[in-house]
């Protein structure tokens, strides 16, 4: 019978499942740990009439009219036949070639995930796919064992660390101390790169083409001409003085499927031919990467990211606010617009006290962050313990999982936070309204006039 330790523990080989609302970033602890990225949907195309499940997706030759049938909504796993369709490709000889009942498992969750869908995770580990053992968690609490801070000169990972993960579904903002989770202090904005898509193809199909059955497409213009702007209101009125002849635009070929031609920005020179069809990126440029910053710029009554920071460092230990505020780490794949550092930094500085050092760790690749940091956490001597074993599961069943992976309680974070004031949570936040308010006011008054 395993015991929690086991003697042959550590020759099973173990799996590493970044499991994202978008894409999974998949691999095996060993000799090649080649990241695997494969979209984490079953999609249909109506191009070619035919479903591609997760990695199948790479033999698809027409990606118009794309239709998605996510495991995730509303950045929860709610589709399990689908899920379980993906993983048992990535299972497969085709990808990984994993033997389940001889491997380890490290899988990655939401932050806030329900417990019982915590539980549908169990059993899929345990009884669907009989691994030996697993481990779960959020991909901000493996952060701290990689190398995202260390790559900045640091010899160790820091005590205090804070981990904004800006995904597929949600933006979340994560303190840990000593790798462990602050629940009480972590927060979340819903702006993730699903969204900034909806809003782009909405935006383009009331300006130019119809585009709102083409997620795929306004998918890769979105990552191929987007960026974070440092003067938002010189920009617009560059954009708004000389409409499609300024420095902003951009031109964006679409794809051409029957010449297997994928969209891109138009080279210089490139002469258009009659079947080009040209996607003019004016202010959507950034506008729509924007809404991390002002989500209320469309009627979301959040705070942007930097003030988000602010008030989950407010919630922490006043003596170690500092800590937090030197060492803030960003993943996540809308981490990777151009200028989003810089914005960030900027409005961060007014946010923080004058007398704190403020420092933000960025990764080379934001995306497959958390999952290499999961192989160095397979590494670690203490990874053994943390593992839930089959038989443990067998005798205890979900509650063995909460008992040794821990989880957040709703319970502690309100009896936590219900004393502190607002004003201590949101020390410094400007309460200016939305630009989106302050044009309806403008309008209103020149009605009444």
Known sequence: MLTSEPAGMETLATVVLDNGGSTIKAGVVGNDETVRIIPNAVVRSKGDKTTYIGHEIARCKDFSSLHYRLPFEKGYLVDWDAQKAVWDGLFSTEVLSVNAPESSLIITEPCFNLPNIQDVY????????????????????????????????LSNTPECALIVDSGFSFTHVVPLINHQIQWHAVKRMDVGGKLLTNQLKEVVSYRQWNMMD??????????????????????????????????????????????NRAGQI?????????????????????????????????????????????????????DLQGMFWANIGVIGGNTKFSGFHERLMTELRSLAPVDFEINIFKSDDPMTESYRSALAFAKHPDFPSRLLTRAEYLESGSGAARRKFGQWDIGKVVEKNKNIRQDDVEPRLTKKPSRARMRSSASSTARRR
């Open 122 to 153: 169990d059993q899929f580990v345990f009884e669907e796919y009989e691994f030996q053992s697993y481990y779960r968690c959020t991909p901000a609490a493996m952060v701290p064992y990689g190398s995202l801070f260390a790559s900045e000169g």
């Open 214 to 259: 083409e997620t795929y497409i306004m998918n890769c213009a979105k990552e191929a001409c987007c960026y974070v702007s440092m003067q938002f209101i010189a920009d617009l009125e560059t954009c708004r003085s000389s409409p499609k002849q300024n420095s902003i635009v951009m031109e964006y070929l679409l794809p051409n499927f029957s010449i």
């Open 266 to 318: 138009r080279p210089p020179g490139h002469e258009l031919t009659s079947t080009d069809q040209v996607l003019l990126m004016e202010n959507e440029r950034f506008t729509i990467p924007e809404l991390l910053f002002r989500p209320d710029d469309i009627g979301l009554e959040q705070t942007g990211l930097p003030g988000t920071i602010a008030a989950s460092i407010a919630l922490l230990p006043e």
